[in-house]
């Protein structure tokens, strides 16, 4: 395929029917290893409702223009976190933007430090590996109780927020340090060690801080905030990797 | 051979059920365990799931098994095996303290237990009142339970296949060796050679046009096992939620009226007192479903089109709603521009679960007929499987339970019968028939689009086989139905590649989609009587004489063959269905 940008229009509403529409422009940064030896930008101009999500209309796109666009996606309501890409410029749920909040030039590249595989799939491994490393399962060899292991509302609550991660990567592909050095473990697996650290019922504090402590461990973050600003979740990423840094201040680590 | 792949358990599907199936047999020392799943594990919809378990814990009040299998039982509208939900109803909450005791994060009762609230269907004493039986984290249970579970792999160091379709089942001589799967990162054909094979790929939502399902749930193994000669059992009772956001039908959970929310009219009248005088509200899905299509027929829906119906949760206190109902709040804000606090959110009926599917024993065998015929080496759970523990009509939370109960039996079962049994002989042409599919829709003329195929597909499922059923509209979605599939025959592929092909799998689903949609049409045109969420309008009563019994539909050539199976009863005689 060139790297020519293709100009086409499309009508993303059907023609009857009197909703606004607006007229947007798309620009999607593409890949296809079947054929590309590097990416190029293809440039998209349709109409579309404010409403609609980014998501219907990279469906659009792929439904009615050009069926090799190729993206991941599944629930399309934020909870599967298949379908973070870098748009306008912020890491997001191509689910859970709508038209209406970006104007009328819409520019999508995949999330970043990850290799592209093709248009906006990128190799997840990596970052899969980093979750694993945090050992992120309940530890404890303690003989459970007949019924439930007792926690109170107050204990459960302190780690509320890091229990809402969905794995969809764009805090860590937000993340400047992670960009140049993508051995770093990331926000992500950190928010996911928190989520078992501060859990009451869980015993291997240690062995994750231990994780937490090594070279690509959590003293790689420069406290840039990224990713909070990333988290569809509203999950304070950067407060849960404070919490993390004291409790290893705390232990002498 | 890198292609060629040998596991004593092979696991279809990373849901709810494919993951309780792995852990439970990854316990057993002597088997091998892999997990197929066409996405990431953490990506399965079993994580849109929001309300809650039900298990008869007692946490907030008095309650007890045998009054949920009564609930389960009488929300079935008897279609329900009743040895299944006594089982069930038992082993459910053996299940949710394993769960917790994995980790998973449950909200809380001031002393420390696992905090429970009302669901729709779910009672006291055999229908006095509503009962706290959902155990619940948030509205996020599902979530969580995909994340616990998905946890617990890796500390078992489950081996996974991510992003692999598949495409077809090897069975010979009445016993399953395994599957063949696509692999999307390159195009490639894997067989996966096995002793045991666990089904566990949740639902068909996407025929429908408005629907809760994620849109990877295409029912592929449906209609795969329809393919290879494995009947589908009631498919014609498909729950449609009543609380989908309108237009977007996304999930807005039952436990929001389990926190008190109230359903309205346009004249903001708390319509359900006329349909459910005792439970108004947390009436069963199939009920308020009908209820709200009703009012909105008699010109009592809200906004410009008179279409929709309002969830109103304004009285209940802003802190509940946030700290109990934070998702589906956001979803209402992001997605409408509502604010659930101080405003009434816009609802209808989304499409939302399949109560039957591929049939099976208790044990999760898959069986091949009316006489309980067991296929060898074959298992379902969850969703996709039909046990059949939801009957007509599914209750609130059972589907979850569903998915820890059977997902934990299949997994036990297939390691034993794995670690007892020896590799049948794999058919060398056994990516044949994958391979034929696969390069005749990459070869397709594209006169037809897969895109406006399946969008005509889930409009016309939509209006003519969802909540109110009529011969009349059944036999015209049998003419729309015959109209697709002979135009599935020029659709093809603009994308030449071998990677990520997307499109190519799109083509796939759709002949799969097409399937599910057959199966449920002809079920639904040959039952003449109303049960649950099958509600025919022109044969309105149930009818227990001619119709107390399962649906079998069997692939036929080019068309259909029904079947039956009986209901096994037990202590339940069927009763009318008044709440």
């Not at chain 2, 005509?456 to 015959?482: C, H, P, W, Y």
């Not at chain 2, 083509?507 to 799969?512: C, P």
């Amino acid at each position: 395929m060139e790297p020519n940008e293709a100009q086409e229009s499309i009508e993303a509403t059907e023609p009857n029917e009197l909703i606004e529409t607006v007229d947007i422009v798309v620009k999607i940064k593409r890949f296809d290893p079947d054929a590309d030896s590097r990416s190029y930008w293809a440039e998209y101009t349709l109409t579309a409702r404010p409403s609609d999500r980014v998501l219907d209309v990279m469906h659009h796109i792929k439904w009615e223009v050009d069926g090799s666009l190729a993206f991941r996606r599944s629930c399309a309501h934020g909870i599967c976190g298949s379908d973070a890409m870098l748009i306008n410029g912020v890491n997001r749920l191509a689910c859970k933007v709508l038209v209406k909040d970006l104007g009328s030039k819409i520019v999508i590249e995949p999330i970043r430090g990850l290799e592209v595989k093709k248009d906006l799939i990128v190799d997840m491994d990596s970052f899969f590996e980093s979750y694993k490393a945090v050992l992120p399962y309940m530890i404890n060899d303690e003989a459970p109780p007949a019924a439930e292991r007792l926690q109170s509302p107050e204990e459960r609550a302190r780690f509320d927020e890091t229990t809402k991660c969905i794995l969809c990567a764009a805090c860590t592909t937000s993340c400047p340090v992670f960009w140049t050095n993508g051995s770093y473990i990331g926000p992500a697996a950190i928010v996911n060690a928190h989520r078992f650290i501060f859990d009451s019922r869980d015993k291997g504090t240690a062995q994750r801080l231990d994780v937490m402590n090594a070279g690509n461990g959590l003293w790689r973050c420069r406290t840039a905030y990224n990713c909070t600003e990333a988290c569809p979740r509203d999950i304070p990423v950067t407060r849960a990797i404070e919490e993390v840094r004291r409790a290893m201040l705390f232990r002498g680590a | 051979m890198k292609r060629a792949h040998r596991f004593d358990v092979v696991v279809i599907g990373a849901g709810g059920a494919g993951l309780m199936a792995a852990r439970y047999a990854a316990q057993n020392p002597n088997v091998s365990v892999a997990v197929i799943t066409k996405l990431y594990p953490t990506r399965s919809h079993t994580g849109a799931a929001q309300g809650g378990v039900g298990a008869a814990l007692g946490n907030v009040t008095e309650d007890r098994a045998e009054w949920h299998a009564f609930d389960t039982i009488k929300g079935g509208d008897y279609l329900t095996d009743q040895d299944v939900a006594e089982l069930f109803s038992h082993e459910v909450i053996e299940a949710v303290y394993e769960l917790e005791h994995m980790g998973l994060p449950f909200s809380r009762t001031p002393d420390g237990r696992i905090a429970q609230r009302k669901f729709g269907g779910h009672t006291r004493e055999f229908g006095k009142s509503a009962v706290e039986r959902a155990c619940y984290a948030a509205d996020r249970t599902g979530h969580m339970i995909l994340q616990t579970l998905y946890q617990q792999s890796i500390k078992d160091d489950v081996a996974f296949f991510n992003e692999f379709y598949v495409l077809d089942l090897i069975i010979e001589g009445g016993e399953c060796r395994g599957a063949v799967a696509f692999e999307l990162a390159t195009g490639e054909l894997h067989t996966f050679h096995a002793k045991s094979t666990i089904i566990a790929t949740g639902g068909n939502g996407r025929m429908f046009k408005v629907t809760s399902n994620a849109h990877a749930l295409t029912g592929d193994l449906m209609s795969i096992a329809y393919r290879r000669g494995i009947p589908i059992e009631d498919p014609e009772f498909y729950q449609f939620h009543p609380t989908g956001l309108y237009k977007l039908g996304v999930l807005l959970t039952e436990g929001a009226r389990g926190e008190g929310g109230i359903l309205r009219n346009a004249d903001g009248e708390r319509f359900m007192e006329r349909y459910a005088p005792s439970i108004k509200d947390l009436a069963p899905r199939d009920m308020v479903s009908r209820a709200m299509y009703l009012e909105i027929r008699e010109g009592r829906g809200a906004g410009p089109e008179k279409d929709y119906i309002y969830l109103d949760l304004t009285h209940i206190d802003a802190a509940i709603i946030e700290e109990r109902l934070p998702d589906i709040t956001e979803f209402a804000r992001i997605y409408l521009g509502v604010d659930p606090v101080t405003e009434m959110v816009p609802i209808q009926p989304t499409a939302h679960y399949a109560m039957g599917g591929i049939p099976t024993t208790i044990d999760t065998n898959v069986i091949s007929d009316g006489r309980n015929t067991i296929v060898g080496g074959l298992y379902a759970a969850g969703e996709v499987a039909c046990a059949s523990l939801h009957g007509a009509n599914r209750l609130g939370t059972n589907s979850l339970g569903d998915l820890i109960v059977f997902g934990r039996r299949a997994g036990i079962r297939a390691a034993a019968h794995a670690a007892g049994a020896e590799y049948g002989p794999l058919p060398s042409d056994n990516q044949d028939a994958s391979r034929e599919l696969l390069e005749r829709l990459r070869a397709g003329p594209r006169t037809e689009r897969v895109a406006h195929l399946r969008r005509e597909l889930q409009d016309s499922m939509q209006d003519n086989a969802s909540v109110f059923r009529t011969q009349e509209l059944l036999e015209k979605q049998v003419g729309i139905l015959a109209d697709i599939k002979a135009r599935m025959l020029h659709i093809g592929c603009e994308d030449p590649g071998q990677q990520y092909n997307t499109e190519l799998m799109e083509a796939v689903e759709l002949g799969f989609l097409y399937d599910n949609a057959e199966q449920l049409v002809f079920a639904a045109l040959n039952r003449t009587e109303s049960r649950g969420a099958h509600s025919r309008e022109d044969h309105r009563e149930r009818d227990d004489t001619d119709w107390l019994k399962h649906t079998l539909i069997y692939k036929d050539g080019d068309g259909v063959r029904i079947d039956y199976k009986p209901v096994t009863m037990g202590k339940y005689e069927p009763k009318p269905r008044i709440y």
